[in-house]
């Protein structure tokens, strides 16, 4: 029998950062010392106000199906974010609540994809993306950035990537997995390309926005440059900034005419994000939020320990980011040498491999996020766990021959 699995599904690989992350946590159960850098998590708990705001949404029985796209309180402390932290206004009808950031951009593809339509992604990438677009039968299209640019943009590349068939073009920043941040200056440059295209859709990524570091000033595209606002959808999410990944809330403020297409996406699919979610997140974006600035200096002093750390491996090549959780090393001077086990490190993915089998550290490979040779990794997790880890990757690369 051929294979009864859908023609969309086909063209989806499965998610690598899920898979390296399963990989170590079984070699951990088998009782390996293993030190794991591939998730995508703040190791932060939830603040105790949020899960309060649950607990008593619970008790007082909001616990029923909501509006489809965001209970009205939620949409209104979402367009109090965007016009308190990023200077937009948006009005209810212009938000959108999804079960996460991730089913924001799937319901916004789903909602504008046709079959022939690309999408311009810029590699290093999220590694949903690219399969996202592919579901909804669209194209990806990517840019590949260099290390040398800090892994952005140019506006050249962009104009040259953008073709009549081109429907959005994602940016995302700070980035996952680099860390690269676009500044107000850079951000104004790819608008000045944008302009000259009408058609094409900007889908800011916006999610590290809270976890940004040094004088770095976060800035998002639809505000440097107005003209956009009318095509671009500004997502973001509470996932990272408030550390509440399992809640599954993300949200967008875009064009009424989106917003409309993703709720009826949202209707006949997962109808509404969870009412208890719901009602904490209300309580993350409206109460206190000195939360934030305390988690970013414990991350921003993570950050400069594993750059400085890679930096001293021999063979490696870290560039310092702006933000978020993650480091994307490059390991160009280490191809095609061996481990002292005799693996040959033939690309990044054989490196990360190498790695895992001998001192237990996983990361993800370059390969997974469309840039090579390079990997992931990420910082969410202790001082000494990530010193530990740093030493053993310094011995793994001065091991090689
Ligand atoms: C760049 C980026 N966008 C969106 C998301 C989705 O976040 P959520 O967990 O809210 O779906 C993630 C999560 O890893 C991410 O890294």
């Known amino acids: ?32 010392d293993i030190i794991a850098l591939s998730a995508g998590e703040p190791d932060f708990d939830t603040p105790e106000n949020i899960k309060e705001a649950a607990i008593r949404a619970m008790r007082e029985g909001k616990t029923k199906y909501t509006d489809v796209d965001g209970i009205p309180e939620l949409k209104d402390a979402v367009a109090a974010k965007y016009k308190r932290e990023n200077g937009l206004e948006y009005k209810r009808s212009q938000i959108n609540v999804s079960p996460g950031g991730k089913p924001v951009i799937f319901n916004a593809f789903m909602a504008t994809l046709n079959p022939g339509d690309e999408v311009i992604i810029p ?9 996202m677009a592919l579901l909804c039968g669209a194209t990806p299209v990517f840019i590949e950035t260099r290390l040398e640019e800090s892994f952005k943009v140019r506006p050249e590349a962009l104009a040259k990537a953008i073709t009549p068939h081109t429907k959005w073009l994602l940016l995302n920043s700070p980035s996952n997995p680099s860390g690269a941040a676009y500044t107000r200056h850079e951000l104004k440059a790819l608008a000045a390309v944008l302009l000259d295209f009408p058609n094409v859709m ?11 570091y040094g004088d770095f000033k976060f800035d998002t595209i639809a505000h440097i440059e107005p003209r956009l606002y009318d095509r671009t959808l500004t997502m973001n999410g509470v996932s990272k900034a408030y550390s509440m990944t399992g809640w599954r809330i993300g949200f967008a403020g875009g064009p009424e005419w989106l917003i409309k297409a993703m709720s009826t996406v949202m209707a006949q699919t997962t109808s509404n994000p969870c009412s208890i979610s719901q009602w904490a997140s209300v309580e993350a974006l409206n109460g206190p939020q000195d939360f934030i600035p305390k988690n970013k200096r414990v991350f921003e002093g993570r950050r400069d320990l594993v750059v400085s750390m890679l930096n001293q491996a021999k063979g490696l090549k870290c ?19 061996r481990a002292p086990n005799g693996a040959a ?31 992931r990794i990420s910082y969410a997790t202790s001082n000494a766990e990530l010193e530990d880890a740093c030493a053993r990757i310094q011995r793994f690369c001065a091991s090689l021959s």
């Open 319 to 337: 560039p310092m980011p702006e933000g978020a959780f993650y480091v994307y090393p490059c390991v160009e001077e280490l191809i095609g040498k």
């Open 1 to 32: 029998m051929s294979s009864p699995v859908s023609h969309a599904l086909k063209r989806v690989k499965p998610s690598a950062t899920m898979a390296v992350s399963a990989k170590a946590r079984a070699l951990k159960a088998q009782g390996r």
């Open 345 to 375: 490190i033939e690309n990044d993915e054989a490196f990360a491999t190498a790695l895992l089998d001998a001192e237990g550290v996983a990361v993800v490979h370059g390969a997974a996020f469309g840039l090579s040779p390079c990997f």
């Open 123 to 131: 590699a290093p990438y999220w590694v949903s993306y690219p399969d």
């Open 202 to 212: 900007v889908l800011a990524d916006d999610i590290y926005e809270h976890l940004i």
